[in-house]
């Protein structure tokens, strides 16, 4: 097939990388967005998102008269749907007393909704969201059917998963593998020729519902995980083991790698698709349930930890450094460190956050300093929540005279401990509890 236009619907972490880059391989792109601000900013040449080298891609597009935003499709060869699937709020399935999220796919049934005027004879249909199983069979292929095409033989119809990390995105767009899920081989071969344009990596095709289920598996695999490592926190806190020291011994076994521990899982991908395989066959995941809810939790920990170092927590004034769901990235989506802070807030303490990444978020119920000096100046203590390069840089050396805390909290293993002793500070790490029982 031959691919001169393509439409990408949604232009967020996802969306506007690909279709940067599509453009700037000598493909017609029509980027399209629902939000006003976003399609106006970007036909300026400004950018919504943090990523590295993602504006000069940008910019490079327009440029090249390759690149438009705009607020609804134009005819194409091929439309890729990159929209978000977050949870439904206020809404949960249930099964055997068990309460779990539920997708909201809304997003992807208006895009859907909104090629239909423009499909065509020979169009490619791609679907990036990260959905439940089955959903392009039996979601987006009903859909696209009221034009009257039928997918698979009029057109085609694929998923194909983004598998990129935030702060790489541009580079693993290119480099890494990808799966190609067609409604039949046809569509899986429409889609490795589009994405052979620019990709690098292998291009594996399948069924769309295999690709779809290898996505969830990727994020649910890390999420398992990751709870283990945090359940292991919690017994080191318990049996006076520091938690890192262990982790560093263990996986010196050639067949044990164990992930790091933290405040909890956040992000858009392993914080939320694991709950598309609970949401689709319940009664098939226990486990997967269970990590979720130990991750879910962990917040509640570190709050725990919070409320050991300070006593009560009432009145005490609490810098917050990162509310960022990993480091060195503004994805403020999902993460953890918005619980922590609610609930050191719902004990009664003064929170002050700050996050330079994001520097103007606003959140609900969570105050924002202006700079980290505000932040830490009156604080009591400091909690370190991410492990952004900039506070893995901080020293007390430099912080003196800067701060009236004399307690930190590093959740992340970010600091070196003794450092932070020895200038006279009281220093608790999540997963860390030896001293303390060693000394009882």
């Not at 990751?226 to 262990?246: C, H, P």
Request: net charge negative; charged share 20%.
């Amino acid at each position: 097939m031959k691919f001169q236009k393509i439409c990408v619907i949604g232009l967020g972490y996802i969306g506007l990388p690909t279709a940067s880059t599509f453009a700037n391989h000598g493909v017609n792109v029509t980027g399209v967005d629902i939000n006003p601000n976003i399609v106006e900013s970007l036909n300026r040449g400004e950018i919504h998102i943090h990523e590295p080298g993602l504006h000069d891609a940008v910019a490079n597009a327009i440029a090249s008269g390759n690149f438009k935003a705009a607020r609804q499709p134009e005819e194409a060869d091929a439309f890729i749907i990159a929209v978000p699937t977050p949870f439904q709020e206020n809404k949960f399935g249930e099964y055997n007393g068990a309460v779990f999220k539920l997708a909201d796919m809304r997003a992807v049934v208006s895009a859907a909704e909104s090629i239909l005027p423009f499909l065509r004879k020979g169009n490619l249909v791609i679907l990036e969201s990260t959905s439940p199983p089955r959903t392009t069979v039996n979601l987006v292929t009903p859909i696209l059917a009221r034009s009257g095409l039928e997918a698979g033989r009029d057109f085609h119809l694929a998923y194909s998963p983004e598998r990129v990390l935030p702060g790489q995105i541009l580079r693993e767009l290119i480099e890494n593998a990808r799966v190609i899920g067609g409604v039949n081989p046809e569509s899986a071969e429409a889609g490795r020729e589009l994405y052979s344009i620019f990709v690098k990596g292998e291009i594996i095709k399948t069924d769309a519902t295999t690709a779809e289920m290898v996505k969830i598996m990727e994020n649910t695999y890390r999420d398992v995980n990751i709870a283990i490592a945090n359940e292991f926190s919690r017994l080191a806190d318990k049996f006076g083991v520091d938690v890192w020291e262990a982790i560093s011994i263990a996986n010196l076994h050639p067949r044990v790698k164990i992930l790091s521990p933290g405040p909890g899982v956040g992000g858009h991908c392993i914080s939320v698709d694991p709950w598309f395989f609970v949401e689709a066959a319940p009664e098939l995941t226990p486990l997967i349930y269970h990590s979720r809810q130990v991750n879910d939790s962990q917040p509640e920990f570190v709050v725990q930890i919070v409320h050991r170092a300070l006593g009560a927590l009432s009145g005490k004034n609490i810098a917050i450094l990162g509310l960022a769901y990993k480091p060195d990235v503004d994805d403020l989506r999902e993460s953890p460190a918005n619980e922590v802070v609610h609930l050191l807030q719902k004990a009664g303490a003064n929170v002050l956050a700050w996050e330079p990444f994001k520097p103007d978020a606003k959140l609900q119920g969570i105050t924002m300093a202006a700079s980290l000096e505000e932040a830490i100046e009156e604080a009591d203590a400091l909690v370190l929540l991410v492990k952004h390069t900039e506070f893995s840089n901080l020293t007390p050396e430099g912080l003196a005279g800067k701060t009236n805390a004399k307690i930190v909290v590093d959740t992340v293993h970010g600091w070196n401990q003794e450092a932070w002793k020895k200038a006279g500070f009281q220093f608790h790490c999540l997963g860390d509890n030896k001293t303390k029982i060693v000394n009882r």
